[in-house]
């Protein structure tokens, strides 16, 4: 019999889904598609374009240069025929000039970048098309609503209804999920594990006048956006230090994102204001259970931690068994910083999130061969850091390749991409990106986003993660509860283990009260510390150890211990991974 340690791992947020993102984006791309027909943008455009502004800065610079010439001639009082012969120089670089820039402006606009005004003006449309239908409606209206809230009419309640139950059908019922349904208040302490309480902030900046809140990488993003897009004369160079820019966005620290809005002169979009310097604001609602107010909670910001603190249970309830998913559809809660974007961002949303448990030493999937060769826009990380766009790649060229990271994942990229299209959304306006390494927590083993083209250029929709066994391990570790699973092995095996055996006589000699303390300490070392330690007693013979309850390291010599190579069987170890 050998000791199991943990579990599994992958746990895999595949179906982030906003109910009411997806629906409104449907809309969105469906009725985008005849405004402007913009396919993304090819390799092709992207060097033209890149071209093409190189060109127009150095017509620029002749325009700017010969403009000094004129000036410098008529100071000097030149002869009329030198100025006006200067000037007609001038006015047919400025021709080429405008030539130039139409041109950049029509691969602009053909690259999906463009014509934003009448986006602009056909989204406010549909928008307001939407709202008048009552597919939904600003929350509390009478009373002037709330930003970031809002309520659902009856045909958004029925839009919502079907793609609740696509999607049920679709992951839920077809794979064998489990389904669960916890509450939305979560008391404090399980948001601490999960590390929301500390972490889950995003940066602000606030109007300094006025005292309105902006977030801070949005401000940049729009920043980088809008440029990119309008600004005709900018320069290669600065156009990929913007791209490069918003490549690294989520990794930014403030000091770093408070400096680029610095460096840029953002201001305050509404009234032009400067702006506060970045710092962390924590997105979760909090509140207090119970009338004494003394246990503190929150709004749940996601639905996946019912799933993990309720993972030994669904383990049991799956036969002791691995692989097996287990699924929720609820409400989350964010009291996001300035919700714009309409429903694209708000502060109460529906998800639908599914962690899928797998061994941690075998992420191969069984069904993996049903999607591998489904072939659609991919966005790895190399692509994204050296400026190229997204490719199509076959999934399962994508996982032989190691361009993702293992089956399990990859099976899921499939089934996202299938579900999205089954409802409608554009296979031209969808691809997977995958998070630069920067973008992923160091737990994590690699992620996409499902992201969706829409009016509002891409938005994440659907994040795909393997993150390991991060919270299950958080989770063990703060509520003393072992979230782990063992594999039974049909055949027992013999494993080898190293096992410290204290000689207490020897201990008690050398450190009479505390003996119990440090022989406690010695048995509850791990098999790599104990190597470390044999290792080090037979060079040194002796070795300076800490002894946590002790709070003092204790000299341990090579006849305080024994080391015994013993034979264990039967069952296998997983290790929980992080
Ligand atoms: N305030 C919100 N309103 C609507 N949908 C949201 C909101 N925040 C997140 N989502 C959606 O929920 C999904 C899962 O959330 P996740 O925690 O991965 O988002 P996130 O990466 O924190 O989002 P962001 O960085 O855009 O705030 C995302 O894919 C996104 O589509």
């Known amino acids: 019999m050998r000791t199991f340690s943990t579990i599994i791992a992958s746990s895999t947020p595949i179906g982030r889904y906003l109910i009411s993102r997806l629906s409104l984006r449907r809309s969105h791309a469906i009725s985008v598609k005849p405004q402007a027909s913009t396919p993304p943008m090819a390799a092709a455009d992207a060097s033209n374009e890149e071209s093409l502004r190189r060109t127009l800065a150095e017509k620029q610079s002749a325009v700017d240069a010969q403009g000094n010439a004129v000036r410098a001639l008529k100071a000097a009082k030149a002869s009329k025929s030198e100025i006006d012969a200067a000037i007609e120089s001038l006015n047919r670089l400025k021709l080429e000039k405008s030539s130039v820039e139409r041109e950049l402006q029509s691969v602009v606009s053909g690259s999906g970048g463009g014509a934003s005004v ?65 509450p939305c208040v979560t008391p404090e302490a399980v948001l601490k594990a999960s590390g929301h309480v500390e972490k889950f902030t995003d940066l602000m900046v606030k109007d300094e006048k006025m005292g309105t809140c902006y977030r801070a990488d949005h401000l940049l993003k729009d920043f980088c956006n809008e440029k990119l897009e309008k600004d005709l004369s900018l320069y290669a160079e600065k156009a990929a230090e913007l791209r490069h820019l918003l ?44 009338p004494s107010g003394l246990i503190p909670g929150y709004m749940r910001p996601e639905t996946a931690q019912g799933i993990f603190v309720n993972f030994k249970d669904l383990y049991y309830y799956n036969g002791n068994k691995l692989p097996f998913a287990a699924a929720q559809i609820g409400q989350a809660f964010r009291n996001e910083i300035s919700p714009r974007q309409g429903l694209l961002r708000v502060r109460e949303f529906t998800l639908a999130e599914i962690e899928h448990f797998v061994d941690p030493q075998d992420k191969s999937h069984p069904k993996f061969s049903e999607v591998a060769n489904l072939e659609f826009l991919m966005f790895p990380r190399e692509e994204q850091m050296s400026g190229k766009s997204a490719k199509r790649i076959p999934l399962g060229e994508a996982v032989s390749k190691g361009i993702v990271n293992n089956e399990t994942l990859g099976y899921f990229i499939g089934r996202v991409y299938l579900f999205l299209t089954c409802l409608g959304i554009d296979k031209e306006r969808l691809r997977f990106r995958q998070h630069l390494a920067n973008e992923m927590a160091h737990y994590a083993a690699d992620c996409w986003d499902a992201e969706i083209e829409c009016s509002y250029g891409w938005i ?119």
């Not at 307001?128 to 002037?144: A, D, G, M, V």
């Not at 680029?260 to 207090?288: C, R, V």
Request: one cysteine or more.
């Open 118 to 182: 009448n986006r602009e003006a056909f989204r406010q449309t549909v928008f307001n098309t939407l709202e008048r239908r009552l597919f939904f409606i600003p929350s509390f209206k009478i009373y002037r609503g709330v930003a970031g809230l809002y309520d659902y009419g009856p045909p958004g309640c029925a839009v919502k209804s079907n793609v609740l139950a696509f999607w049920r059908q679709h992951f839920v019922l077809e794979e064998d999920m489990l389904e669960v349904d916890c």
């Open 247 to 290: 490549a690294v966005l989520d990794d930014l620290s403030a000091e770093e994102l408070g400096a680029k809005i610095k460096e840029y002169g953002i201001t305050a979009p509404d009234t032009k204001n400067p702006l506060s310097d970045p710092y962390p604001f924590n997105l979760m609602f909090q509140t207090s259970i119970g």
């Open 460 to 578: 994440e929709c659907v994040g795909i993660a393997d993150r390991s066994a991060y919270d299950l391990h958080a989770h063990t570790e703060k509520s003393g509860v072992a979230l782990v699973a063992q594999e039974k092995f049909s055949e027992p095996r013999e494993v080898e283990k190293l096992v410290i055996a204290p000689v207490k006589k020897e201990l008690g000699l050398a450190f009479k009260g505390s003996q119990k303390n440090v022989v406690e300490a010695l048995e509850a070392m791990n098999e790599k510390e104990a190597m470390e330690m044999k290792a080090a007693l037979e060079s040194k013979g002796e070795v300076e150890f800490y002894v946590c309850t002790l709070g003092k390291n204790v000299c341990i010599k090579k006849n305080m211990l024994l080391f015994l190579t013993r034979k264990e069987g039967h069952q296998r170890v997983f290790t929980h991974q992080l």
